[in-house]
């Protein structure tokens, strides 16, 4: 029954951001209803945090598993003191990368709603940087829930033509903030246990948190590869399968002299054998793989400008109907952490040593 009233189709209002549009947006948000809205890292699909039909209809709009929490996003630190105990070391934390891509998980207060939380005594926060999202959240004065406005398991939208592709007439209100600027979704690391964990890493990276803590940080170990059959997720969004097109893709690593010559030959193979098929490859071997339909993720020497471009490339894949990609990979570092955390998922960890 809820579920049918809450999939209602409606129409999507797409708006420029301006005294009008944030006005609009505060009254749906209050009125239990949602906004799409950009953050510097992806868009998101935000519901009043204290309200639990509210936060169900965000489940129902992206075909979320229940049992996958959201992340509570917040404008001041003063909202903190009603959602969650904050621990002394993420103060500095803050101090250093609020408003930023890093959420941190607390444990929760009981006005959270166990829906927002997917029943876990931790409720992750985050104060986004974007000022179409600080603006939102202040006008409408509310602690947001948020994922990512994607359909489940489509890659994140990072911009309003990817919001709409996934939620057209399920979401009455986009504010349009133009393409997203880091391209993947926040850090998010757990401080409630024994050592500062990164669950998932993003903009804000394992060095960076490490020279502000000044301890050693880790990395939860299905970050670059698939979780064990039996192994518990520390974070429920690790099981399910994300950010995978629709055709195999499949990672080819090693040095350049050798990954570039094996990528043009496994994707010509694959042409030859009447599929379409293609590779992702930096900007610098666009020439040596012209004759394999190449898609530029960026440079060899940037990885926030592969970061960026992403998800677009991966919704791109889809587009086109591509069946078969062959990829190339960037050294898991700071923010190259990040892309081959979503990358390897897209590849279903699927990687060839050349
Ligand atoms: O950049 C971002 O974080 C974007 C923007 C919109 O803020 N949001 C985002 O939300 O990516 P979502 O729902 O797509 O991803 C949230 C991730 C999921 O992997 C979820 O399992 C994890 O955070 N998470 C949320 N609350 C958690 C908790 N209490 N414990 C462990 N993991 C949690
Ligand atoms: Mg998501």
Redesign the pocket.
Known sequence: MLGTLLLKPMQTKILYPDPEAYALASDLLNRGQLVAFP????????ANALDRNAVLSIFAAKG?PAD????V?IYDRAQLSDLCTVSPLARPLMDAFWPG?L?M?FI?KPAVPPEV??G?P???I?M?SHPV?AEMLKTCGLPIA?????SSGRP?PTTTAHVLEDLNGKVPLILDGGACD?G???T?L?LCHDQPTI??P?GVTKEMLESVLGREVLLAGSILRPLAENEV??????RYKHYAPKGTVTLIEGPEERTVPLLRRLCLEQKQAGKKACVLCFTEHLGALSDCDPHDIGSVSSPDEIAHRLFDTLRRLDEEGMEIVFSEVIPPEGMGLAVMNRLGRAAAFRIIDA
């Not at 996958?68 to 992340?71: K, V, Y």
């Open positions: 953050t510097e890292t992806v868009y998101g699909l935000g979320r996958n929490p959201l992340i996003h891509p959420t998980l929760r939380t997917a876990l931790t409720v992750a985050r986004p999202a948020a994922p990512s406005a994607n994140s880091v993947l979704e926040s998010v757990d669950l998932r993003g997720a520390l974070s429920p969004g690790m």
